[in-house]
């Protein structure tokens, strides 16, 4: 908080109108102007489509600067916890604040391995979906499900029911994927062994059979765990305002995390990396690259490059910059399919290209995600899915934030361009 302050002269219904509102200084970042007065002293509203310049809320668990390409976890620079971490303590430190110290890793480690377990009745949930349904739309459908399972989870008061709600959640959306895809392809689920880690549970569960043994590449368990960190929380995206609007009604939170996944289900949100992979396929072949580079550079042309360039990011986005070394990794070891080659160039040419480098067009985290994911054969349906469990821990971690402060229920106003009142004959 600061005595700064702008003051804003409004003429309207003849009258001029001075107010002064309040700057907000944060820990990190661009001061914002407290415009709460507003409407009480000028009768006026603001009006800010897609809230671009508007501060939603106050937090503590994340900070972007999108012009130093810079994400912070806690405090904590991604490209740190990427390299010495990993996704269950990053998970602990975004929902608690500070990673585990030894006795409180074993005890949180405990219990997701105790949660991880899903009610057997869920089987049945399972068999109400078609075979080809999408995974998204599963997955929201069992999330959601959650709700009537855990009633005592609407007793967001008690700090316990929060914690096992919190844990609960980074414990079974794994399970709950790979049950997702074994019910796709007609395999019978995989439970979770304790003996094994989060993203080497995943795998298992994912690929393994009963007939055969299925053998953890240590590369691939690493490359989700990276890619889980990276996608964990990323500020006031549009799935987190979701659950924190969702939240803000004191609705069961797996119906705000339900919703949050619907939100994520937007191609234009969690569905980016899907689409790379689709325009990898439009372009086809490495000769047709140049061809669609004049076209991404044509803005009468309705081709675009998918997985260039991020909405908050004026500079490399930093998780794409942590991946990178990683994608090439894996595509040394599993790249054999020819989009992955066509990725490759692309990236070469964006690197290099001015039109790309002076519109700060680079690869980001999209890009080689989904280039991951497919080299390790996970369905192109399923990418949005990957990016659900790892966005939980965020997801819960802003919802508890929400719910242990004061707050009211969400309520953006309108400027109402309609008909004006007519009388009905």
Same mark, same amino acid.
């Given at each position: 908080m600061s005595d700064k302050k702008v003051t804003l002269t409004t003429h309207y219904d003849d009258k001029e109108t001075s107010v002064d509102l309040a700057v907000l200084f944060p820990t990190l970042g661009r001061p914002v102007v407290d415009v709460r007065t507003i409407t009480s002293q000028t009768g006026l509203f603001t009006h800010d489509p897609a809230f671009t310049a508007t501060s939603s809320c106050e937090s503590k668990i994340t900070f972007i600067d999108g012009n130093e390409g810079q994400l912070l976890y806690r405090g904590?620079?991604?490209?740190?916890?990427?390299?010495?971490?990993?996704f269950l303590d990053v998970a602990y430190l975004l929902l608690f604040g500070e990673t585990p110290s030894a006795s409180e890793r074993e005890t949180y480690r405990q219990e997701i391995e105790d949660y991880s377990l899903i009610n057997e009745s869920l089987k049945t949930f399972f068999e109400g979906f078609h075979y080809d349904a999408h995974p998204m739309a599963m997955l929201m459908g069992v999330v959601g499900s959650l709700s009537a399972f855990y009633p005592d989870a609407l007793n967001i008061r008690d700090a316990d029911t929060r914690r096992k709600t919190a844990l609960r959640l980074v414990a079974k959306m794994p399970v709950i994927s790979a049950a997702i895809?074994?019910?796709?392809?007609?395999?019978?689920?995989?439970?979770?062994?304790?003996?094994?880690?989060?993203?080497?549970?995943f795998l298992n569960m994912m690929f393994s059979r009963p007939n055969q043994d299925y053998e953890i590449d240590p590369l691939a368990a690493r490359a989700l765990d990276v890619l889980f960190i990276l996608h964990a929380d990323h500020e006031q995206n549009a799935s987190t305002s979701t659950v924190r609007l969702a939240g803000s009604t004191g609705t069961n939170p797996y119906a705000a995390i339900a919703a949050g996944i619907a939100s994520l289900w937007g191609p234009a949100h969690g569905g980016a990396n899907e689409a790379v992979l689709k325009m990898l396929d439009d372009i086809g072949d490495i000769s047709q690259v140049d061809k669609y580079i004049a076209k991404a550079k044509d803005k009468n042309d309705p081709f675009r490059l998918m997985g260039f360039g991020h909405r908050v990011y004026r500079n490399f986005d930093p998780r794409a *910059?942590?991946?990178? $070394?990683?994608?090439?990794?894996?595509?040394?070891?599993? +790249?054999?399919?020819? /989009?992955?080659?066509?990725?490759?160039?692309?990236?070469?040419?964006?690197?290099?290209d001015d039109y790309f480098i002076e519109r700060k067009l680079y690869p980001n985290v999209d890009f080689y995600s989904g280039i991951i994911y497919s080299a390790l054969n996970?369905?192109?349906?399923?990418?949005?899915?990957?990016?659900?469990?790892?966005?939980?821990?965020?997801?819960?971690?802003?919802?508890?934030?929400?719910? *242990?402060?004061?707050? $009211?229920?969400?309520?953006?106003?309108?400027?109402?361009? +309609?008909?004006?009142? /007519?009388?009905?004959k």
């Open positions: 904590y620079p991604i490209e740190q916890l990427a390299e010495k971490s990993n895809y074994k019910h796709s392809i007609g395999e019978p689920f995989v439970y979770p062994n304790p003996k094994l880690g989060y993203t080497e549970n *910059t942590i991946i990178r $070394k990683l994608c090439h990794e894996v595509l040394a070891k599993y +790249g054999s399919d020819p /989009r992955l080659d066509l990725a490759i160039k692309l990236e070469e040419i964006a690197l290099k996970i369905p192109v349906n399923m990418f949005t899915v990957m990016f659900a469990i790892a966005r939980t821990a965020g997801w819960v971690a802003h919802w508890n934030e929400l719910v *242990t402060t004061d707050h $009211k229920i969400g309520r953006p106003r309108q400027l109402y361009t +309609g008909l004006t009142q /007519r009388n009905f």
